[in-house]
């Protein structure tokens, strides 16, 4: 490996000699720079490939292509961040309205085109020192409210007692048929296999998992119910509707059989919080996506 030539003062291009990794190229051409500064790099976009922006630290290389570092100092593009929806921003919270089939954090397929890493995007093109911090999360392919704090200290009053901070949750579902009672209190313990389907226990350990419910709608096979829940554990307004016979359309994995939205017909609607701070109640809300109510509309 070597380098060709500077092409700008903020740009160095380097050969690649033989197949390696991204990451590994990286840290053998700029022996002198900390591995994070690296991997803040591939980040931030500022590593090319024969050309094409590449972020995976696995990225395999071939011998003949073409490297190319850029500027050391992060640039946070802006173009992404128009798919990021401010609710409501101060010193202390940032919360968005996240949109159906965006990731709330990254998972080993996906690091860009999250809720956490727009935000900080967001925060960060005010002044590159900002910072976010994860408070709580939504499914994938569920939209609405989330929240995130500024700085630790706030962070960790919320996390730690998010149970307490979050008074109400509200959700909006259009569910296949009508559960009966059209109206109640689901209560039980849920367990998670290793492929990530979420059930109820009917014996041994689970965690505690609480969900009201109210129909306010019904049109033909679909209700649109009003939820909200006592607990936040993984899955569970989907597990405990699909658990008494209704489970949300488009939620293939939880039994549904339709997707008249296409999409999951779940939206995170209503958020009361108490700030740890001054004690102050908060309300957030969006609106319920139009799809949704499409499906219900007589």
């Known amino acids: 490996m070597r380098s060709d030539a500077q092409k700008t003062k903020k740009e160095k291009l380097f050969s690649v000699d033989a197949p390696t990794e991204l990451l590994e190229f990286l840290i053998a051409v700029q022996p002198e720079r900390p591995k994070s500064k690296i991997k803040s790099e591939l980040e931030h976009k500022l590593v090319s490939v024969d050309g ?38 101060d010193d202390e919270l940032l919360v968005i309205d996240k949109p159906a089939g965006m990731l709330a954090i990254a998972n080993e397929k996906e690091r860009e085109m999250t809720a956490y890493h727009l935000a900080m995007e967001y925060v960060r ?9 994860v408070i709580h999360r ?54 998670e296999t290793e492929s990530h389907f979420v059930y109820a226990a ?27 829940i006592e607990t936040g554990r993984k899955n569970q307004i989907r597990a405990h509707l699909s658990g008494i016979g209704v489970p949300i359309a488009g939620d293939k994995k939880y039994g549904a059989k339709t997707n008249p939205a296409h999409r999951l ?31 219900v509309r007589n």
Request: aromatic share 8%; charged share 25%; proline share 6%.
């Open 202 to 228: 009917k014996m041994g350990d689970g965690k505690l998992a609480i969900t009201n419910y109210r129909t306010k709608k019904v049109s033909g096979n679909y209700s649109l119910l009003d939820i909200d």
């Open 125 to 133: 093109a005010k002044n590159s020192h900002n910072r976010i911090f």
């Open 265 to 295: 017909c779940l939206h995170a609607h209503k958020l009361v919080i108490v700030h740890p701070i001054s004690d102050e109640e908060m309300i957030f809300t969006s609106p319920v996506p139009p799809k949704m109510l499409k499906v």
């Open 52 to 89: 094409k922006i590449v972020t995976r630290f696995n990225y395999p290389l071939k011998a003949g292509q073409k490297v190319c570092i850029g500027n050391f100092t992060p640039v946070y593009s802006k173009a992404p961040v128009s798919a990021l929806k401010i609710i409501y921003e």
């Open 138 to 191: 939504l499914d994938r392919d569920t939209s609405g409210i989330i929240v995130f704090a500024k700085n630790e200290v706030i962070k960790h009053a919320l996390q730690e007692n998010w149970e307490k901070c979050a008074r109400y949750r509200g959700y909006t579902a259009v569910a296949e048929g009508v559960p009966i009672p059209e109206s109640g209190r689901i209560e039980n313990k849920l367990r």
